[in-house]
């Protein structure tokens, strides 16, 4: 593909150089799957990074979820893998298991531990998923899957604080959202985080830096340095994007499409398919585990 403008405006579809997702949690209860899938259909990139937490294996291992639009969410990045946008993955902790594969190729999708993009203005940016930078996550792991219990929870009362609001005719609210916002020790550590990851930055020479893990986008200058990262598809529903002169920017999807967060968090309804392209079926669409499986089974084969 070559440099576009960033919206084609005869099909609609939103055309960038270079998209970046993290934190979908795929096979938890949370994931805005079906928002997710209605992103990728209706953008098109050079590149496409998945920077971590993509799948969330610390879930999966517990109780296994996968309903049909996670399956689909994989399928649509493997179908744009093979029609040759550049997809690499940057695995995260709660997808650390393929970590062991950096650098391995399965189904065109490229596995890095970490990257450094070009941008189109030259500028080049280090892309890591930023749990290196967590002390919970790198020197006591079990306090950071007791801290993921309590986000699950959190999001568990979210969903139902907010069914009683929508009967009410209140507005979507996020609890995590708030704390984060509100509480001293969240906002220091979230501001900590973006220091961590800024001084990386600095010290391996490069521009910028690109990241997820604390579901916060955010896109701001510290001191020479752009932090970037691309917030989540559990609450926020957003993607960080570069144009077609190198210029980024942060998408909040489900504002810009007018999608109802109550009916993501609720499960009740899909996105509407534009009339004009209709997305095909996903191969082995009635299992989503052999869909899954089917997915996976380039890497799986490389791991033998």
């Not at 294996?57 to 946008?85: C, E, F, I, M």
């Not at 010290?203 to 510290?222: F, K, M, S, Y």
């Not at 994007?241 to 007018?258: K, M, N, T």
């Not at 999608?259 to 993501?264: A, E, I, P, V, Y």
């Amino acid at each position: 593909m070559g440099s576009q403008t960033s919206m084609t405006m005869m099909t609609g579809t939103r055309t960038y150089r270079s998209i970046w997702i993290s934190d979908v949690h795929l096979g938890t209860r949370g994931c805005k799957a079906e928002f997710l899938l209605d992103f990728l259909k209706n953008t098109e990139s050079d590149y496409l990074y998945l920077v971590g937490d993509i799948i969330d294996g610390w879930r999966l291992r517990r109780s296994w979820y996968w309903p049909q639009a996670h399956n689909d969410v994989v399928q649509k990045v493997l179908r744009k893998a093979r029609k040759g946008t550049k997809v690499t993955f940057v695995p995260g902790n709660h997808d650390e298991f393929a970590r062991e594969y950096t650098e391995y190729n399965f189904g065109e999708i490229v596995v890095m531990d970490e990257v450094v993009h070009e941008m189109a203005d030259g500028r080049r940016f280090l892309i890591m998923h930023g749990d290196q930078f967590d002390g919970v996550v790198k020197y006591a792991k079990w306090l950071a899957h007791l801290g993921d219990h309590a986000y699950t929870a959190a999001l568990v009362l979210n969903h139902w604080f907010n069914w009683c609001g929508r009967k009410l005719g209140f507005d979507y609210w996020s609890l995590s959202a708030y704390l984060k916002n509100k509480v001293k020790n969240a906002v220091q550590f979230i501001n900590r985080f973006e220091e961590a990851m800024a001084e990386v930055a600095r010290q391996r020479g490069v521009e910028g830096v690109i990241c997820g893990h604390i579901h916060h986008a955010e896109l701001r200058q510290i001191d020479t340095i752009t932090y970037a990262n691309d917030g989540d598809w559990v609450e926020s529903c957003t993607a960080l994007v570069e144009h077609a002169d190198g210029q980024l920017e942060i998408i909040r999807w489900a504002e810009s499409r007018q999608l109802s967060l109550f009916d993501g968090q609720l499960g009740a309804a899909r996105p509407k398919q534009s009339a004009q392209s209709p997305e095909p079926a996903c191969e082995f669409s009635s299992s989503p585990m052999r869909g899954f499986l089917k997915s996976m089974g380039s890497f799986v084969r490389l791991a033998r």
